[in-house]
Structure formats: C-alpha cells, structure tokens
C-alpha cells in the first residue's frame, strides 16, 4: 500500500485516501495517503518537542490515541524515520530522520561552500575541525574533519555544544538574535530565562562584546579539560551567522593565541567561505 501501512492492529482510515493543501498546474488539489499525514503528524509533534516523548505525550501532541499511535510508532520505528530508548521508553529521532536533515543540510550554500574549505583547513594546520550550525537544543555539529591529533572527547555529528561552557557556544551567544537565542537557551536549560546568572550578566556581555570585536572566540581546557578551542563565524553579505567553524586539539599542542597561525588560517577560512555565500 504505502509506506506507512500499518501491519498490526486496527487503524481507522489507514486505506483511505486524503486531499492534502499541495494543488496540480490546474489548481486542482492532489489526493495523498491518510495514514502517511496521520505518520507525519507524530513526527512534527516530535519534531516541535525538540526532545524525547513517552508514548502518551507524544500521541497527546500527535492529538492521536495512543494506541493508534503505538501501531504507527511501529512502522516508523521499523523505517528508521524514530527510533525507541530502551531503558527509558521514550521515543526520539530514529537515523533515517538524520540522514534526511543530514541530505537537505548538504543543499544549503553555506553548508556547500563550507565543506571542501574546512577540510582544506583541517589537512593544513593539523587539527580537527567542526563546522556547526543552529540546532533547536543549540550550536549542532553538522560536519566533523578529523586531522592530526587524537582527542579524548567524544565528539560527533549531532553534538549540541554548551552555550556558555564553549567556544562555540558563546560565539552563537555573540552573533545570534536573541529570540533564537533564547529558544536554544530553554532547550538547553530546562526552562531557565537567561544564560547567566543576573549578577554575571554584564561580564557575559563584555565577553560578547569582545567576541564580536575579535571575530574568534576560545576556550582552554573547556568544557573538557586538557582540550582548547578556537571558533569563528561564518558571517553572509548581511551579517548574519550562518554556520561556526571550531577547531578542536589537545590544550598542549594547539596554539590558541588569537593572533596565532591556527587563529589566522581559520579566520581566512571563514571569510572565503562567507564570501562564496555572498557570490551566490
């Protein structure tokens, strides 16, 4: 039948065909599959979670019963579009769903422009390089170049890196609109508000300040210790961040000076990328 067909239990309306909102070159409206829309509402609700749901929450959000949803949850499981903690229950992004955010990140000009730049980058000054971009739960690596030295930090594609506790992070902290910021910050909190404390907040500020006067931001032995970090933006013709570009090595061997050979070839690399971006 189609994708999403339910081979267990008995779902209402799975057969049945729905007129979705797409319309032909005639303006007559398209006929779709109801229980592909009915699949795809639990994955927006998944979606706009931003974070694991139990089967209840989730089939709540879905406005789905629950055991209509755990039939579809199946099938979607088995697809690979969610995938089911086993100790927790919980349902979350399955490695189909990645691999397809992975496949439309790639047709992004920034992403395009950024990928043989950075590892250009990485073969030239003999570290790892990270380029992240804005993730619902913050800064997310999309593409990882490993160089040179080994790390003992289990970075990867998908991690989301600490706001305040990262280069990285305080680098989106610096650049990003504050509405975004703030969404990224909740997610990353539980809920809190700011992402300093009041009595810190004119320090974090200056800090900020000084992140976007420098165009780099770093970090020595953290979050991890005996690890070091120099981040950049990727600005496009307006200003605007479009993607960070990290580089990552032991704290004994990579040079973090902010005027250093790293801290300059990752500088240049950033520009060439943002100016690719503007040509396009």
Known sequence: MDLFSIQTGDVSGMAKTAKDDETTGSGKQQRGIQSVEVGGRLLHALA????????????????????????????LTRLGLIKRDELSGRYEPGPLSL??????????????????????????IGFSVAICTVGPQGPTIVRYEHAGFPLHVNLHVGTVMSLP??????????????????????????????????????????????????????????????????????????GQLCLALTVIGPS???DVNWDGPIARALRQAAREIGADIAAN
């Open 48 to 75: 706009r979670a931003r974070a694991p749901l139990a089967l209840s929450d989730l089939a709540a959000s879905a406005d789905i019963a629950p055991g209509q949803a755990h039939a579809y949850l199946v099938s």
């Open 99 to 124: 691999r397809l955010g992975l496949m439309q990140l790639a047709n992004q000009p920034a992403f395009r422009a950024a990928v043989p730049r950075v590892a250009a980058l990485a073969e030239e």
């Open 165 to 238: 506790a990262t280069s990285t992070g305080r680098l989106f902290c610096a650049y990003l609109v504050p509405e975004t910021l703030q969404t990224m910050w909740a997610n990353q909190s539980g809920g809190a508000s700011d992402i300093v404390a009041p009595s810190e907040r004119k320090a974090f500020d200056v800090t900020l300040m000084g992140i976007r006067e420098r165009g780099i931001e770093r970090g020595i032995d953290a979050p991890s210790p005996g690890i070091s970090s120099l981040a950049a933006p990727v600005l496009d013709a307006h």
């Open 252 to 254: 004994g061997a990579i």
